[in-house]
């Protein structure tokens, strides 16, 4: 259905463009752009490919298992390789042309959905080999997504370069979202006909990956040294800018976790059960991907800097009215809000990054940025954990609200120029 609406929407475009007496809509001029539609395609058929397989794995694994411990196991096998591959993986989009980089993340994708798809029909179910194939997946989230945000910025004009991540943010929520609920379909029809529409879909978005026909400088080097490999984190640190949003976003949500609780109030605090926490589960989702396409539309134009600040602020006051909501409707409006205002500082924060960084090191930084954001997830699911034991879940929801709100303060006054910033095209690399 996305694709369809896609097309329409070019088809629209080609029509109004033909017709010297209407105005070509600013939003979707971006995606008049050829390379840059078929990237953005390609990256909601990958994501919502994986969110499907996601569902699928999981449910196998405990129907086999029947033990909570190894669908942790599932998470661990995609983070470790994904934490320790991230850095080479942003090197070799440096090095290597992006598009043939992008290409081989989606055909390791394609080897886990075929693998799933012949383990399934040949009913190998051994939990160690599940989770070996689990582990591509974090290597080909390590070698994709830096070469995926680093080559945003040369398939569209610089001024369009806000709408485009808006874009490319809100293919990939709504991959989140739709991902998981059509894999729970399709997986009570049988967990073959997950795989094989897997299969389908990122066959057709390696082909797309193969149709991209942007002309790319390739930076090589003569020799690749440890001084390369994190050249992107030296970068980070260096620029105040750059680290005072990646840091920001960090802390932010390193104290904001407050999704990772959402089966304790689901169950004791809401009493809602499974569907309530599917909801709830979905909730972010759906408020960044509505954020996403009104971005899109409505792009940040001034006070960028001081906008980013206001919504991570705005993040921590949802997720303190999450964690005392004893409401269903609250909860959910506070969830739909905590993910619509970190979209805001996620599309603020990939902008300034990339228009920040030059292109011989786009994918070195971004994978960098990748690095400290990804680890914060992981960490935070841990700090709400821990401090849940300790203080009780609401305590420990409202103390992570309450934690980002100083956080921004400390921030606003310890970068100066990223409260300053005004327009993100004014950002010099």
């Not at 290597?96 to 081989?104: K, P």
């Not at 398939?155 to 979202?177: C, G, K, N, Y």
């Not at 390369?228 to 104290?255: C, M, N, P, T």
Request: include cysteine; aromatic fraction near 12%.
């Amino acid at each position: 259905a996305t694709i369809v609406k896609l097309g329409i929407v070019y088809r629209s475009i080609s029509s109004v463009s033909s017709n010297h007496h209407m105005q070509e809509p600013a939003a979707f001029a971006v995606l008049a752009h050829r390379d840059f539609r078929y990237f953005l395609i390609s990256r909601f058929l990958s994501a919502f490919s994986l969110f499907m397989v996601g569902v699928a794995v999981g449910w196998q694994v405990y129907d086999l298992t029947h033990d909570p411990m190894a669908l942790g196991f599932v998470g661990l096998a995609q983070f470790l390789p994904a934490f320790l591959l991230t850095l080479p993986g942003g090197l070799a989009a440096d090095r290597f042309d992006r598009r043939r980089v992008l290409l081989a993340g989606y055909l390791l994708e394609l080897t886990v959905a075929v693998l799933f798809l012949l383990m399934t029909h040949f009913s190998v179910g051994k939990i160690g080999i599940i989770y070996a194939v689990v582990a591509l997946i974090g290597v080909g989230r390590a070698i994709l997504t830096p070469a995926s945000l680093s080559l945003v910025p040369v398939l569209v004009p610089q001024e369009q370069l806000v709408r485009a991540v808006a874009w490319s943010s809100s293919a990939f929520q709504t991959a989140m979202i739709a991902g998981p609920a059509v894999g729970g379909f399709l997986y009570a029809l049988g967990p073959i006909y997950v795989y094989s529409v897997a299969v389908f879909f990122l066959v057709i978005a390696s082909y797309l990956a193969i149709r991209l026909k942007v002309k790319l400088l390739v930076h090589s080097a003569s020799s690749v040294g440890i001084n390369d490999l994190f050249a992107g984190v030296k970068y980070v640190f260096e620029r105040k800018v750059i680290l005072g949003a990646v840091s920001l976003d960090l802390f932010a949500v390193l104290f904001g976790g407050a999704t990772a609780l959402l089966p304790v109030y689901a169950a004791d605090i809401l009493h809602v059960g499974p569907w309530g926490l599917g909801l709830l589960r979905s909730a972010p989702a759906v408020g960044a991907a509505a954020m996403a396409l009104w971005m899109a539309h409505h792009p940040v134009k001034g006070k960028a800097g001081m906008r980013m600040f206001v919504c991570v602020a705005l993040f921590g006051v949802f997720t303190t009215l999450f964690g005392v909501s004893r409401w269903f409707p609250l909860s959910l409006l506070a969830l739909f809000g905590l993910g619509a205002v970190d979209m805001v500082s996620v599309v603020v924060r990939h902008t300034l990054v990339q228009l920040a960084t030059p292109d011989e090191m786009r994918g070195r930084v971004s994978a960098a940025t990748m690095l400290f954001v990804g680890a914060s997830n992981e960490l935070g699911e841990f700090e709400s954990g821990m401090t849940a034991s300790w203080f009780g879940t609401v305590a420990s929801v409202v103390i992570g609200g309450l934690g980002t709100l100083v956080v921004v303060g400390i921030w606003a006054f310890g970068f100066p120029a990223l409260r300053k910033l005004d327009r993100l095209e004014d950002i010099k690399s």
